[in-house]
T-cell receptor, first 109, second 113 residues
Framework: GQNIDQPTEMTATEGAIVQINCTYQTSGFNGLFWYQQHAGEAPTFLSY????GLEEKGRFSSFLSRSKGYSYLLLKELQMKDSASYLC??????????FGAGTTVTVRA | IAGITQAPTSQILAAGRRMTLRCTQDMRHNAMYWYRQDLGLGLRLIHYSNTAGTTGKGEVPDGYSVSRANTDDFPLTLASAVPSQTSVYFC????????????FGPGTRLTVL
């Protein structure tokens, strides 16, 4: 099975940067996903990493180190609408994902 | 239909009753999944199907069953509901190529009394 850890909560100010860390232990690693989930809504895809390094997509970036079992999601120029839960998910083997418990980010004015 | 739909949106159910949660996707994705989401525990996989006609058990399958008669539909059945099955249930699907990014339905909020 997978063991995926991420912080429970983070708070940041509008316009700032927040980094959400995710550590995992797994066998047969085959990619790591980040999803965003607003309260009462479904998760939506943010990013995917399968090789080491940084993937940038607008204000959001995701980093992966397979040797360290570590990833982070970087949110820049925070906006109020970024207040949500951010889910780290690891794919091992076939299509199945294992999710962390999620990090709730609160953006304050 | 665009994407994944789930029905009902919410349901209150008496313990011991049978309940089927419906999930339909129109993206022709091969793989489909059922998750439950509970506060502090995140999304946990109940059952999955890699292709029509096949199903598999996830992390928390007890008390649930699924079927995959065709590509589009993936119903989840609670044979005899118990209060611990109170949760938000999400259906998801993914293609067999590329990222295998999973697309999620809007969820069903189920309360078992």
């Amino acid at each position: 099975g997978q063991n995926i850890d991420q912080p429970t909560e983070m708070t940041a100010t509008e316009g700032a940067i927040v980094q959400i860390n995710c550590t995992y232990q797994t066998s047969g690693f085959n990619g790591l996903f980040w999803y965003q989930q607003h309260a009462g809504e479904a998760p939506t895809f943010l990013s995917y990493n399968v090789l080491d390094g940084l993937e940038e997509k607008g204000r959001f970036s995701s980093f992966l180190s397979r040797s360290k079992g570590y990833s982070y999601l970087l949110l820049k120029e925070l906006q109020m609408k970024d207040s949500a839960s951010y889910l780290c998910a690891v794919k091992a083997g076939d299509y199945k994902l294992s999710f962390g418990a999620g990090t709730t980010v609160t953006v304050r004015a | 239909i665009a994407g994944i739909t789930q029905a009902p949106t919410s349901q209150i159910l008496a313990a011991g009753r049978r309940m089927t949660l419906r999930c339909t996707q129109d993206m022709r994705h091969n793989a489909m999944y059922w998750y439950r989401q509970d506060l502090g525990l995140g999304l946990r996989l109940i059952h999955y199907s890699n292709t029509a006609g096949t199903t598999g058990k996830g992390e928390v399958p007890d008390g649930y069953s699924v079927s995959r008669a065709n590509t589009d539909d993936f119903p989840l059945t609670l044979a005899s509901a118990v209060p611990s099955q109170t949760s938000v249930y999400f259906c998801a699907s993914s293609d067999s190529g590329g990222y295998n990014e999973q697309f999620f339905g809007p969820g069903t909020r189920l309360t078992v009394l």
